[in-house]
């Protein structure tokens, strides 16, 4: 069956800090991949999007995400860490068949 | 543009009640999808309405239902409530291309 994966539910890092949020996927094809970001008490956020075409991809509020076939990954990444970037962060996959699959989530925390 | 609104924004039932959401998309986008949020399982996709029909339908019972209209604002039935439907109720829009999703605030429902 088709699924994302999130192995991560808490990551905590240092503001300034580099960062790294993994997810994988389990489908057959390449689908079309996501990640979201969700702070306390609202809906979800878009940050950055993989269709085709360039495997590293760039997003909103200075993140990256790299989609790799050979490890059905798409790795969410930001340089240094702001307090503000403490949220929740999902990874979803597009099966193309007009059906969306969210991760479990991350829930980031940042240390002053 | 104004972004996905949902109405009400919180909701306080008892078991047994029934509730309607509702969710107004992007002004031109035809596709409403619904999401139910729980801590426990996380993201899981409800339904998607796509000009006035029910394109695809996750794995809830009968109990939860949905309709879109003409302007394409959505609503979201519940029946017979139980407490596990207490839950934040996600609301998405896009346009014909469906591929990326635009996320309301969500409404609270707490069911006693």
Redesign the interface.
């Known amino acids: 069956a088709q699924s994302v994966t999130q192995p991560d539910i808490h990551i905590t890092v240092s503001e300034g800090a580099s960062l790294e949020l993994r997810c994988n996927y389990s489908y057959g094809a390449t689908p079309?991949l996501?990640w979201?970001v969700q702070s306390p008490?609202?809906?979800?956020?878009?940050l950055l999007?993989y269709?085709s075409g360039d495997t590293l991809v760039q997003g909103i509020k200075g993140f990256e995400a790299e989609f790799k076939r050979s490890q059905s990954s798409f790795n969410l990444r930001k340089p240094s860490v702001h307090w503000s970037d403490a949220a929740e962060y999902?990874c979803a996959v597009?099966l193309r068949?007009?059906?969306?699959?969210?991760?479990?989530?991350t829930r980031l925390h940042i240390l002053p | 543009k104004a972004g996905?609104t949902q109405t009400p924004r919180y909701l306080i039932k008892t078991r047994g009640q029934q509730v309607t959401l509702s969710c107004s998309p992007i002004s031109g986008h035809r596709s409403v999808?619904w999401?139910q949020q729980t801590p426990g399982q996380?993201?899981?996709?409800l339904f998607?309405y796509?000009s006035e029909t029910q394109?695809?339908k996750?794995n809830f019972p009968g109990r939860f239902s949905g309709r879109q209209f003409s302007n394409s604002r959505s609503e979201m039935n519940v029946s017979t409530l139980e407490l596990g439907d207490s839950a934040l109720y996600?609301c998405?829009s896009s346009d014909v291309s469906?591929?990326?999703?635009?996320?309301?605030?969500?409404t609270r429902l707490t069911v006693l």
Do not use: M, T, W
């Not at chain 1, 008490?41 to 878009?46: E, F, H, P, R, V």
């Not at chain 2, 990326?100 to 605030?105: I, K």
């Open positions: 079309y996501f979201y008490g609202q809906g979800l956020q878009l999007k269709f999902f597009d068949d007009d059906k969306i699959i969210f991760g479990k989530g | 996905v999808s999401y996380g993201l899981q996709f998607e796509f394109r695809n996750g996600l998405a469906y591929n990326e999703q635009f996320f309301g605030p969500g």
